[in-house]
């Protein structure tokens, strides 16, 4: 329109350079996988549908909990070689459109065709540690992503409401194979023999 000046073309100091945001930074809903995929973010990020969602910066419980269920893991597997496990920041991606960080992540080693080293493409188990404010995220949304991918099990350690839930998968759908207390065990279907203390989880340091 004749008359107006577009503010970004305006050299002030102090503002943000326009252009070069733009650029660097889409918008909500414009960025693709790969531009996602070259960004090294500092903090926890998943892409969804263009757009990036940012988690909740982890507590020191989150870290002991998430820590705790890794080194359980990590260590049945690597007894019976099983396959690998990863720790917080492994990119998944659940569906086209969808990368997620699971809290831990496990893939059988005859599934190793899924391993990439930008994404995995699927996995076999994945564990979160429900955060405050990403109740929905943890106990809705990844649910139906990770049944949607594929993902024969998938663990949600709740601490506010002390519960541990092991959902396994059931066609297309979790269905519940149990929800362990404090005193109680949780108990994998995936891995036979597989079980986590309830209390000793939460009461990790």
């Not at 960080?101 to 899924?114: C, Q, S, T, W, Y």
């Amino acid at each position: 329109m004749a008359g107006t000046t577009d503010y970004r073309n305006r050299s002030k100091r102090g503002e943000p350079v326009w252009e070069l945001a733009e650029i660097e930074y889409p918008l909500q809903g414009c960025w693709t996988e790969g531009q996602f995929l070259r960004r090294d973010f500092k903090v926890g990020v998943e892409f969804v549908d263009g757009c990036l969602e940012f988690l909740p910066m982890p507590t020191e419980k989150h870290q002991a909990i998430t820590k705790f269920f890794f080194l359980a893991l990590n260590l049945f597997v690597s007894n019976y070689k099983l396959g690998i496990v990863h720790f917080e920041g492994l990119r998944v991606r659940t569906r086209p459109g969808a990368i997620r960080l699971p809290d831990v992540v496990f893939l059988k080693r005859e599934n190793g065709a899924k391993r990439h080293n930008d994404a995995w493409q699927g996995a076999d188990l994945a564990f979160e540690a429900v955060s405050a404010g990403g109740e929905e995220r943890d106990l809705e949304t990844k649910r139906e992503e990770y049944a949607a991918a594929g993902i024969s099990e998938y663990w949600i350690a709740d601490f506010e409401r002390g519960t541990v839930t092991v959902l396994a998968l059931k066609g297309k759908k979790y269905v519940e194979h149990c929800t362990s207390k404090r005193g109680d065990v949780a108990i994998s279907k995936l891995l036979p023999g597989f079980a986590v203390n309830v209390k000793e989880l939460f009461d990790a340091e």
